[in-house]
């Protein structure tokens, strides 16, 4: 089974630093789909990035970038230019697509980093 | 606006008392899952259906049941709630089996705070 760790339990940065997020997985599939959700004191979660396993490239979306190491199943995000609104948990997740049965459209999620954004 | 709607948001009981928790999508979505939040463990699944009455077991299905009897609604029902199920329960919709990943994004409900005493 696919598992999703998140090793860092906390993390704090000051604004307008970068500051990044550790998220490691373990899965025998070559195809999959990687995932960071936020999740603002409101609870809603909220998709942030997402990566392709079969691309080379790491994905960004403004001051979100991540860094996919496929051999090392490592999947870390990087905020920069944090910015106050940037506090939440944030969740890695793993997603295969080609899955049946119950695996279909699961998203397997780590436990969660709690960041914090001084000002 | 499309969006995956929830309730209650939150929900106080006590052990037996049967409580249904709704879900509502209005983007005509195939995929429908339910998900429970505790500390320190993330999401985990409880149920998913690919559609209308196609429903099965995720990781931690114990003590729940759903159903789907329209596209658009799929229900969380525990028939006797017990504190282990204190929890936050997220549902959420995507396209479905076959949509291209780019399209296939799953939207997440509001959550429902639970509490089972």
């Known amino acids: 089974a696919q598992t999703v760790t998140q090793s860092q339990p906390e993390m704090s940065v000051q604004e307008a630093e970068t500051v990044t997020l550790s998220c490691t997985y373990d899965t025998s599939e070559s195809d999959y789909y990687l995932f960071w959700y936020k999740q603002p004191p409101s609870r809603q979660m909220i998709l942030v990035i997402r990566?392709?396993?079969?691309?080379?490239q790491n994905a960004t979306e403004n001051r979100f970038s991540v860094n996919f190491q496929k051999a090392a199943k490592s999947f870390s995000l990087k905020i920069s230019d944090s910015q106050l609104g940037d506090a939440a948990m944030y969740f890695c997740?793993?997603?295969?697509?080609?899955?049946?049965?119950?695996?279909?459209?699961?998203?397997?999620f780590g436990q969660g980093t709690i960041l914090t954004v001084h000002p | 606006e499309a969006q995956v709607t929830q309730n209650p948001r939150y929900l106080i009981t006590v052990t037996g008392k049967k409580l249904t928790v709704t879900c509502s999508q209005n983007?005509?979505?195939?995929?429908m899952s339910w998900y429970r939040q505790d500390p320190g463990l993330g999401l985990r699944q409880i149920y998913y259906s690919m559609n209308v009455e196609v429903t099965d077991k995720g990781d931690v299905p114990e003590g729940y049941k759903v159903s789907r009897k329209e596209k658009r609604n799929f229900p969380l029902i525990l028939e006797s709630p017990s504190p282990n199920q204190t929890s936050l329960y997220f549902c959420a919709s995507s396209l479905g089996f076959g949509t291209p990943f780019q399209e296939d994004e799953q939207f997440f409900g509001p959550g429902t705070r639970l509490t089972v005493l």
């Open positions: 997740a793993y997603r295969n697509p080609n899955a049946g049965g119950t695996s279909y459209g699961k998203l397997t």
């Open positions: 983007m005509n979505h195939e995929y």
């Open positions: 990566q392709e396993a079969y691309k080379q």
